[in-house]
């Protein structure tokens, strides 16, 4: 099998030669091509390169388009900062929607219009061109709570939670079209999943969850069902309180970072859902050696099997030796899961 063959086995319950791999790479696929990292974000041309050696020198069975959390905000106008050798970061003391009266002028953008969004399309699209039906190809887009403090800032929105739900309700509405837009044109570009990146949400509590970011990453997964593609839910910290509330947004892939137990999702999440992580990709991936790192990866497998695929908790840091890299591939190959 190549990859796209293994992942898709895999998303459809079907038989595979070896686990998956696909670990999120970013800042470390920037380093394999010796490019700094603000060329890697703005120039799809350099990150489809850097995703392509990358893949093919450790294994991985997917490409992923995935940079920085500012594009969709970019796009609809918010202040990004941008460096030389890190990734854009939205400046939160000018956030868009420091005034949520603004939220009424805010208008669902087309993404091939956007410079951002447009960046990632065609990155898609020349993904496909170069190895569609031989990777998996992955695209990405923000959550609903990832999304609103981008525009609102993390800090007036934690607040808001407390204080004017309605209006995280509003907020929540118009991101759910935007992502929903944007994930049906990456889709169109070639895209054979789209990653929803919700970190913010292992800020809040259960209810928070339950109640409001729960309900609307829900309504975005069954939209890029609806379009056709496969969903991977990426929510690092700590998620161990939210774990069944997770399980019900009905992501085929959902992401665990190393903070939460494997055996513990896995009884709560139930044995559909596909796990992916959770070793720690400093201390262990980064910083271990291959023996700890083998073990680790073990310990994840026993705990989620079968429906399981080798990756670190979060993304793979930028200095994780080679030689490290390399055992996530030998231990995915070696392990054939039983269906």
């Known amino acids: 099998m190549n990859g796209y063959e293994r992942m898709m086995a895999m998303l459809q319950g079907r038989p595979v030669d070896s686990l998956p791999l696909t670990p999120i790479t970013m800042m470390f696929a920037a380093r394999q091509m010796g490019i700094p990292y603000g060329e890697y974000a703005t120039d799809y041309r350099k990150l489809v390169e850097s995703q392509l050696v990358t893949a093919e020198k450790f ?7 995935i940079s920085d959390p500012a594009r969709e905000a970019s796009d609809l106008g918010a202040p ?18 420091e005034d949520k009266r603004k939220l009424l002028e805010l208008k669902v953008p087309d993404p091939w219009s956007g410079k951002r969004m447009r960046d990632r399309l065609e990155a898609i699209r020349l993904f496909r061109e170069k190895v569609g039906g031989e990777f998996l190809i992955e695209g990405w887009v923000e959550g609903p709570i990832a999304e609103a ?17 309605a209006f995280v309700r509003d907020l929540f509405e118009f991101v759910v079209e935007v992502e929903t837009r944007f ?17 913010a949400a292992s800020l809040i509590g259960p209810r928070f969850y339950r109640e409001l970011v729960g309900p609307y990453e829900k309504r975005l997964v069954d939209n890029i069902h609806r379009l ?3 969903v991977r839910l990426h929510i690092c910290g700590r998620t161990a309180t939210i774990l069944e509330e997770m399980a019900q947004v009905g992501a085929d892939i959902i992401d665990l970072d190393f903070p ?8 709560k999440m139930g044995p559909e859902v596909i796990l992916c992580g959770n070793i720690d990709p400093v201390r262990v991936l980064r910083d271990g050696n291959p023996e700890v790192i083998y ?20 993304e793979v840091p930028r200095d994780t030796p080679d030689a490290n890299m390399h055992v996530l591939r030998e231990f995915a190959r070696s392990h054939r899961p039983a269906c």
């Open 260 to 267: 939460v137990s494997m055996a513990e999702a896995r009884r």
């Open 59 to 65: 294994g991985f069975d997917s490409v992923m388009s």
């Open 149 to 165: 403090a981008d525009l609102r800032g993390i800090n007036r929105l934690m607040i808001d939670l407390y204080d004017d739900p």
């Open 228 to 230: 056709g593609g496969y």
């Open 295 to 314: 073990a680790e990866l073990e310990a994840c497998y026993q705990a989620a099997q079968p429906r399981y695929i080798v990756a670190a908790g979060c």
């Open 183 to 199: 994930a049906q044109a990456q889709i169109e570009a070639g895209a054979d999943l789209v990653g929803i990146g919700d970190s």
């Open 80 to 97: 990004v900062r941008f460096f030389p050798d890190q990734p854009p970061a939205l400046d939160e003391s000018r956030s868009l929607l």
